[in-house]
C-alpha cells in the first residue's frame, strides 16, 4: 500500500512567523511532488511543485524535498491569517504514470 | 479553476437511483481524474482517462463507471446510489505531456457534493 502520511494538525502559528508544514511518502518511486492548498469548502489548489532535491522558492512559499529520506516539507514564511487552509502533500505514483497520491492534510491555523 | 466546470454543484438523490456527473475541461489537456474526498480519508482516486474511450480504474471504483466521449468531457455514473457514496467529488486534469516535468501537475475543478438519502 502505498501511502502519503501528513500530520493532521491543527497547527496553530501566530501571524508573521513561519509555518512548517511535514509529509512522508512511501514509494521510492516516486519522482514529482505537490503542495495543494485548500480552504474549507474548496477545492485544492496547487502551490507548489518540486521534482529534484533540495529547496525550491516560491514567494513566501518554500518547498524542501529529500528523496533519501522520502520527506516533503513546504515552509511558508510570514504567516498571514489568509493561509489558514488545509495543505495537502500529493507524490506521484511511481508505478503508474500521472497518478497521484494524496496525503489526507495538515489544518494550518494562523492567529492574528 | 483552470477552465474546469462540474456539473451539478450540489445534488440530493435516493439510494438507488442512478447519477451522473459531468466535468467539463477547455484546456485541452490529456488527462482526466474522478477523485471523492471524506473526511479522514483525503483524496481517493476513483477513476481516470489518459485520452477519448481510455480510461482506468483508481483505488475505489466499485460502484462507479466512467466515460469519456471528447476530449472535454468526462463523465461519472453511480449506477444505483448508496449512502455510502455520499460525498464530495473533484475532477481533476492534468497536461500528459511527457518530456515535461510539470506534466504531472493535476488542476481541480469546483466539485460536486453529493448526499444520498
Known amino acids: 500500500q502505498k501511502e502519503v502520511e501528513q500530520n493532521s494538525g491543527p497547527l496553530s502559528v501566530p501571524e508573521g512567523a513561519i509555518a512548517s508544514l511535514n509529509c512522508t511518502y512511501s514509494d521510492r518511486g516516486s519522482q514529482s511532488f505537490f503542495w495543494y492548498r485548500q480552504y474549507s469548502g474548496k477545492s485544492p489548489e496547487l502551490i507548489m511543485s518540486i521534482y529534484s532535491n533540495g529547496d525550491k522558492e516560491d514567494g513566501r512559499f518554500t518547498a524542501q524535498l529529500n528523496k533519501a529520506s522520502q520527506y516533503v516539507s513546504l515552509l511558508i514564511r510570514d504567516s498571514q491569517p489568509s493561509d489558514s487552509a488545509t495543505y495537502l502533500c500529493a507524490v506521484t505514483d511511481g508505478g503508474a504514470t500521472n497518478k497521484l497520491i494524496f496525503g489526507t492534510g495538515t489544518l494550518l491555523a494562523v492567529q492574528p | 479553476d483552470a477552465g474546469i466546470t462540474q456539473s451539478p454543484r450540489h445534488k440530493v438523490t435516493e439510494t438507488g437511483t442512478p447519477v451522473t456527473l459531468r466535468c467539463h475541461q477547455t484546456?485541452?489537456?490529456?488527462?482526466m481524474y474522478w477523485y471523492r474526498q471524506d473526511p479522514g480519508h483525503g483524496l481517493r482516486l476513483i477513476h481516470y482517462?489518459?485520452?477519448?474511450?481510455?480510461?482506468d480504474k483508481g483505488e475505489v471504483s466499485d460502484g462507479y463507471s466512467v466515460s469519456r466521449s471528447k476530449t472535454e468531457d468526462f463523465l461519472l455514473t453511480l449506477e444505483s446510489a448508496t449512502s455510502s457514496q455520499t460525498s464530495v467529488y473533484f475532477c481533476a486534469i492534468s497536461p500528459g505531456t511527457s518530456g515535461r516535468p510539470s506534466y504531472n501537475e493535476q488542476f481541480f475543478g469546483p466539485g460536486t457534493r453529493l448526499t444520498v438519502l
Open positions: 484546456e485541452n489537456h490529456r488527462y
Open positions: 482517462s489518459y485520452g477519448v474511450k481510455d480510461t
